[in-house]
């Protein structure tokens, strides 16, 4: 994973340049012997300048959630199992619930009374309000029908927290999915007891593997050259014959230290939606950094150099054989682009002929 990358020119074939054995015939001094060349055509291809790297893929940031239990209390019903489906407010875990049922039952009813108590001083506050004005009962009566109306207003609202605080509580004890993903882990079982706090261990992962993305390990060297938006191809190794494709969508300022290797983090998003992709699976990933498309390539191997000059042999149909300098682009390591030289459908020899003389 944290091995070295160097930038390579991998052309990615439009149309593939086909490659033919033909007989030439080779004259020599001493006899008219034959001997097999390998040919290629000059055909046109896509290609591009890339950096390769090696990733794991990962959740995005709230793609994975760790559900605990906000409070104490025994697992009646568990409603979820590895590798399940799951949509946002579905329930997962149902806990027992009879004494906090009782709790609410008792909240609502010091709720009532508080109620009744308030609206009685209430309806006595505005009956004697008048009276107080015309001097039937003095001011000191009329302060405490005002304090008592206090009193009950703020028991009134006192219990209602209580009520809703209990309210609360009970739905605490339906515990649902936050998310909508699969369900990557369970470590709780029925008829057991789960704590809260804040160092309760999860009980249940959730992971969105919609929202996957690969934390891919770029060198030093290279990391220069990415930047955000560009293609990338990446492989796994569960499915070599697939490539999935991405974009870069960010590069972590601050580099990893691997095997003495400086690399820095590059994320490349995923589309996921057949769900093959599961977290923690390698990735050999291709940013394409520059693409060229239909250009005129041949194999590295037609190509010869004589006297600071580039050259191809280019094999006419009636087997005559003629020596033409080139100009080359990028290569990729197996084919080299063809600036100027030769056409498209020419023949050309690929492999260790001679120039016929």
Not at 128 to 134: I, Q, S
Not at 220 to 233: R, S
Request: hydrophobic share 40%.
């Amino acid at each position: 994973m944290s091995r070295k990358k160097k930038i390579y020119f991998i052309g990615t074939g439009a149309v593939i340049v086909a490659a033919g054995i033909l007989m030439a015939a080779v004259n020599s001094k001493n006899d008219n012997a034959r001997t097999a060349v390998t040919t290629a055509q000059v055909e046109k291809r896509d290609m591009g300048s890339l950096v390769q790297a090696t990733g794991i893929i990962k959740p995005k940031v709230g793609a994975e959630v760790k559900v605990g239990a906000r409070i104490t209390g025994k697992v009646e019903r568990l409603y979820a199992n590895i590798g399940d489906r799951v949509k946002k407010g579905q329930v997962l875990v149902q806990l027992e619930q009879d004494d906090l049922k009782a709790r609410v039952d008792q909240a609502a009813a010091a709720h009532e009374e508080a109620v009744a108590a308030y609206e009685k001083a209430k309806a006595d506050l505005n009956r004697d309000r008048e009276l107080a004005e015309k001097g039937y009962i003095t001011a000191q009566a009329f302060d405490n029908l005002q304090n008592g109306h206090d009193l009950a207003k703020a028991r009134l609202s006192r219990a209602k927290a209580d009520l809703d605080y209990a309210r609360t509580q009970l739905s605490y004890a339906t515990i649902k999915a936050p998310i909508s993903g699969t369900i990557a882990s369970v470590m709780t079982q029925q008829g057991e007891t789960v704590a809260a706090g804040m160092n309760a261990p999860t009980f249940i992962t959730i992971i969105d593997l919609n929202k996957l993305e690969v934390n891919a390990y770029v060198d030093e060297t290279d990391v220069g050259k990415i930047n955000e938006g560009q293609e990338a191809l990446f492989t796994v190794d569960t499915f070599t014959d697939k490539d999935f494709t991405g974009k870069v969508t960010a590069i972590y300022p601050r580099a990893v230290l691997q095997e003495n290797v400086v690399n820095y983090i590059t994320l490349v998003s995923i589309k996921n939606s057949e769900g093959k992709l599961k977290p923690d699976m390698t990735a050999n990933v291709t940013i394409t950094l520059k693409k060229k498309t239909g250009v005129l390539a041949v194999p590295a191997a037609a190509v010869r150099r004589e006297g600071g000059k580039k050259y191809v042999v280019v094999a006419a149909q009636d087997g005559v054989q003629t020596k033409r300098e080139v100009k080359t682009g990028w290569k990729d390591g197996n084919y080299l682009e063809i600036t100027s030289g030769v056409k498209e459908g020419e023949t050309v020899i690929a492999g260790d002929g001679e120039l016929q003389k």
